[in-house]
């Protein structure tokens, strides 16, 4: 488990970034839009034929990947995008669209000359299908079967599960109880596998809640109540986790 899948409910962490601009640096749009095209053009929409090479399925949950597979020194040293593009990076050359010796040589050429043109681009097929993406999104909720193993009321505890690259599961429940508060109909995905965190194949999503003063005893406020959206595989019932344990 790497301290960033941690950070929820730590203190002295240092000063917050008040900063409310979406783009702090005028590179940060141009990350955000090969984001966009990478799922626009993912395998996973069916997309027509276009003038790009991209044919390998990229999703949300292969950026946070990526950015939190970092070493955590590097993790809190970049800023947000640059997490980003280093979570697009590494997967691009993961995925062989080109290596790490032709993307420095490439970069080289840039810091060298920061005045060379960047390449030119434009199609209008996947200027449509980035548009269509924008436009309606994607689910992970899937229409399959489920087996529901806990019900509104129900008490649970929350698993720690081993956690390597990603982990949907925030540091501060791991251990604590809570009760059931909404069961989803349906089941969900995370598109693609989080590994020993074991989060990939469709599932049942639970709304649970806590109370705080459970989590941070003598430092919580009165009054208030968490509430957590959590897998089917990150809770277990307290009569198997005291038997595991």
């Known amino acids: 488990m790497k301290l960033q899948h941690y950070?929820?409910?730590?203190?002295?962490?240092?000063?917050?970034?008040?900063d409310t601009r979406v783009f702090a640096e005028p590179?940060?749009?141009?990350?955000?839009?090969?984001?966009v095209a990478?799922?626009?053009?993912?395998?996973?929409?069916?997309?027509?034929?276009?003038?790009?090479i991209f044919h390998t399925v990229w999703v949300w949950a292969d950026l946070r990947k990526g950015a939190e597979a970092l070493h955590p020194f590097d993790y809190f040293k970049y800023r947000y995008y640059e997490k980003w593009f280093g979570g697009i990076l590494s997967y691009l050359i993961a995925n062989g669209y080109f290596t790490v010796e032709e993307f420095d040589a490439l970069a080289d050429q840039y810091y060298c000359d920061t005045a060379k043109p960047l390449p030119e681009g434009g199609d209008d097929t996947i200027d449509a299908l980035v548009e269509r993406y924008?436009?309606?999104?994607?689910?992970?909720?899937?229409?399959?079967?489920?087996?529901y193993r806990f019900a509104v009321g129900d008490e649970v505890v929350v698993r720690?599960?081993?956690?390597?690259?990603?982990?949907?599961?925030?540091?501060?429940?791991r251990g604590r109880?809570?009760?059931?508060?909404?069961?989803?109909?349906?089941?969900?995905?995370?598109?693609?596998?989080?590994?020993?965190d074991g989060i990939g194949a469709a599932m049942p999503v639970y709304c649970v809640r806590f109370d705080p003063a459970d989590i941070w005893p003598g430092n919580a406020e009165p009054n208030f109540l968490i509430y957590a959206d959590l897998y089917d595989h990150y809770i277990e019932a307290p009569a198997v986790a005291a038997r595991a344990a």
């Open 38 to 52: 990478m799922m626009a053009l993912s395998t996973q929409t069916s997309a027509p034929e276009t003038l790009s």
């Open 27 to 35: 590179w940060e749009k141009r990350i955000f839009g090969v984001h």
């Open 177 to 196: 109880i809570g009760v059931v508060e909404t069961v989803y109909d349906g089941a969900y995905t995370y598109d693609c596998d989080t590994g020993p």
């Open 160 to 173: 720690n599960v081993p956690s390597v690259e990603h982990t949907r599961l925030p540091g501060y429940l």
């Open 7 to 18: 950070l929820g409910g730590l203190e002295g962490l240092g000063p917050v970034c008040t």
């Open 134 to 147: 924008l436009v309606e999104g994607d689910s992970p909720r899937r229409d399959v079967s489920v087996d």
